[in-house]
């Protein structure tokens, strides 16, 4: 099953730093989500993405974060000037939406940032 | 927005013991409710999931039940093994453009003890 792929796995940033964290959804699937883990709580939704549009972003911080899912390539959440509150496990679904049916989404293994 | 509750937030069971744990939703536009199950340092695990035309659905040990009036949904899993130990979060959807929209539960820390 090749699954989700998210990398880096682990990424240590300075504060004022930019994060990049990228996503490749599984074969076939152009419906992408990325959402937040802080340590010991649920995940929480921040932005759908489909092939070139944002769909829904509101979960996104309205500040420093922004996320694409270009034409080729993987999706990109990306955090500008990063702080200490960021830490975080940053997780990417995906999905199989097609005109007649919605698909269960799929998770990647994550990306632990951490600021220092 | 919706709003997911689950409960309990641990619990510790004897191996071949049953386990249950219980979600309540806010938002009755709700249609999907899956279930995930997430091991130390990994994504979370899709386990079973539910849309709300149905009321039960059970995959071997794994059974979930829903009920639409009362806005919740539980998970049940049998004769737990010490592989069962793990973070289960429970989740809603309400679907329509996409299922992969979900607010997720708190979380269940289950240790299945040997």
């Known amino acids: 099953n090749a699954g989700v792929m998210q990398n880096p796995r682990h990424l240590v940033r300075r504060r004022g730093q930019e994060a990049r964290l990228r996503c490749s959804p599984m074969k076939g699937h152009s419906h992408v989500y990325w959402y937040r883990q802080l340590p010991e709580e649920g995940l929480k939704f921040m932005v759908y993405l489909q092939k070139e549009n944002i769909i829904d972003e509101s979960g996104m911080p309205k500040e420093r974060f922004s996320a694409e899912f270009p034409k080729e390539g993987p999706s990109i959440l990306r955090i500008q000037q990063v702080v200490r509150g960021d830490s975080a496990a940053y997780f990417c679904?995906?999905?199989?939406?097609?005109?007649?049916?919605?698909?269960?989404?799929?998770f990647g293994q994550g990306t632990r940032l951490t600021v220092v | 927005g919706e709003n997911v509750e689950q409960h309990p937030s641990t619990l510790s069971v004897q191996e071949g013991d049953s386990a249950v744990i219980k979600c309540t939703y806010s938002?009755?536009?709700?249609?999907?409710f899956p279930w995930y199950k997430q091991e130390l340092g990994k994504g979370p695990q899709l386990i079973i999931d539910?849309?709300?035309?149905?009321g039960e659905k059970k995959d071997q040990r794994i059974a979930v039940t829903l009920n639409k009036t009362a806005k919740h949904f539980s998970l049940h899993i049998t004769e737990t093994q010490p592989e069962d130990s793990a973070v289960y979060f429970c989740a809603a959807s309400i679907g329509g453009t996409s299922y992969g929209k979900l607010t997720f539960g708190q979380g269940t820390i289950l240790t299945v003890h040997p």
């Open positions: 938002d009755s536009a709700s249609n999907y």
């Open positions: 539910i849309r709300s035309n149905v």
């Open positions: 679904a995906s999905s199989l939406n097609t005109d007649r049916m919605n698909t269960e989404a799929f």
